[in-house]
């Protein structure tokens, strides 16, 4: 722990989100106060464990950045808060701006919408010379045909919305015949649940990467970038590019983990991560050696990507994170060299969920997010998921495979 930090109250905008337990462990273990900004809806359904995290919370409107600004600001005065950290993709530039605006440590506001908005992130990355997918934008399927053939982006080509998440939207389209429904998809989000906020619904339209994927957090503090591990990435190769788990290490060779945690830096410097964290995904063309990059959010990882990068080389990205954000240096030593992996349990169709039954397989864990009963949806996003393993092993391979099995050997019936 960190004797400077003792008692710091840091401002977490939204915790609700996937790294939400991550971040409240390690506020315990920097002995930081955590408090948490939200709408009194959303509020309401807190988790009893994340009730029990916060020292307090701001109701607010998180929608309305003027009134929330003015809130948020007010209650960080009253409360002695002198950090703030996102833990919710949309709202990274609130906290940039709440964060600017208190003088206290942050990202570049000006640029902070670049993280959020995968249109503006081109641009960021375009300006910053960061490699990525060529791209066009279209307001619907008309302006789409005839972008996609002006750009020459050619087939299989990525159609995905402007401001969204978790693959909601998101299609590999191998032909102009396959365009207009894509678009239909991309564009079905107007608004970001459970806050209501407006999304951008134009789609962006990039030319399809191959090759294997993988995601690398950068952590950074007063402008100076700390790469932190490789994790490679599975998902579906179809039409939906659903996440199926993560491996960490990643087992690349040192040249290419070095290029890989040098492009992810690039990333985040080029959206204006200064005093923050990162979640940056790649992939490498096959035989080129050069990541490209498909997107970066000015957050810590969903997934329990968190869980698993600590499982295998004892780094806390969310301590990390907080260190970051309270203006201390960060510690990102690798302390442990073990493999650990995360296989999400997804349904082969929608229906509702009759019974799982997961089986105990040593070296291995298992969660369940839905119950029997539970409605699931169609396995075309990651809210499709029934549950997870984790597997920690002494190779990734062998992490890999255990993980695999138990998924392999779950009895599940949706009906
Ligand atoms: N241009 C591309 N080339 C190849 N694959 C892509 C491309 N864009 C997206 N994908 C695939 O689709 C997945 C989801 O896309 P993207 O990350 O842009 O959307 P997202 O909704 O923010 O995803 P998530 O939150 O699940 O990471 C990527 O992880 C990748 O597997
Ligand atoms: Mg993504």
Redesign the pocket.
């Known amino acids: 722990m960190d004797a400077d930090t003792d008692g710091t109250g840091v401002l977490v905008v939204e915790p609700m989100g996937n790294a939400g337990p991550f971040l409240a462990e390690a506020a315990e273990r920097l002995g930081l106060r955590l408090y948490g900004a939200t709408h009194r809806e959303v509020h309401e359904g807190y988790a009893p464990w994340l009730t029990g995290a916060l020292a307090g919370v701001c109701l607010t409107d998180l929608t309305d950045p003027g009134r929330a600004l003015d809130d948020l600001e007010a209650y960080c005065r009253t409360h002695r808060i002198s950090a703030v950290a996102a833990c919710w993709?949309l709202f990274t530039p609130l906290a940039a701006a709440l964060a600017a605006r208190l003088g206290l440590p942050g990202n570049d506001p000006a640029l902070a919408r670049a993280a959020r908005n995968?249109i503006e992130m081109a641009e960021a990355f375009r300006a910053a010379g960061v490699p990525a997918?060529a791209?066009a934008v279209a307001a619907d399927a008309t302006e789409a045909h005839r972008v996609a053939a002006e750009a020459g982006l050619g087939w299989p080509?990525?159609v995905?919305?402007a401001e969204?998440?978790?693959?909601?939207?998101?299609s590999?389209v191998s032909g102009p015949e396959e365009l207009d429904e894509a678009v239909a998809a991309a564009r079905r989000f107007t608004r970001a649940m459970p806050h209501g906020l407006p999304l951008d619904n134009r789609v962006l339209l990039?030319?399809?990467?191959?090759g294997a994927?993988y995601s690398a957090e950068t952590v950074v503090c007063e402008g100076v970038a700390y790469a932190l591990p490789v994790v490679a990435?599975e998902?579906t190769t179809g039409r939906y590019?659903?996440?199926t788990g993560h491996t960490c290490p990643a087992g690349l060779s040192p040249e290419l983990d070095r290029a890989v945690r040098h492009t992810a830096a690039r990333a985040a410097l080029a959206v204006g991560v200064r005093n923050g964290i990162a979640h940056t995904?790649m992939?490498v063309p096959p035989g080129s050696g050069s990541p490209?990059v498909?997107?970066t959010?000015a957050r810590l990882p969903?997934d329990n990507i968190c869980e698993i990068v600590e499982a295998a080389t004892g780094v806390s990205e969310a301590v990390a994170y907080l260190q970051a954000v309270t203006g201390h240096p960060p510690d990102t030593r690798v302390t442990r060299e073990r493999a650990a992996a995360i296989r999400f349990l997804l349904p082969e169709r929608a229906g509702v969920l009759e019974h799982v039954r997961v089986p105990e397989i040593p070296g291995t864990r298992a969660e369940l997010e839905l119950c029997p009963g539970d409605p699931v949806p169609e396995p075309a996003?990651?809210a499709g998921r029934i549950g997870h393993v984790v597997a920690v092993a002494d190779s990734p391979e062998r992490a890999r495979s255990l993980a695999a099995r138990a998924i392999d050997g779950t009895r599940l019936h949706v009906k």
Do not use: C
């Not at 969204?164 to 998101?170: N, Y």
């Open positions: 993709e995968k997918p791209g080509l990525v995905k919305p969204q998440g978790g693959s909601w939207g998101v590999v990039q030319s399809h990467v191959p994927e990435k998902t590019r659903v996440e995904e992939k490209v498909i997107e959010g969903g996003d990651s």
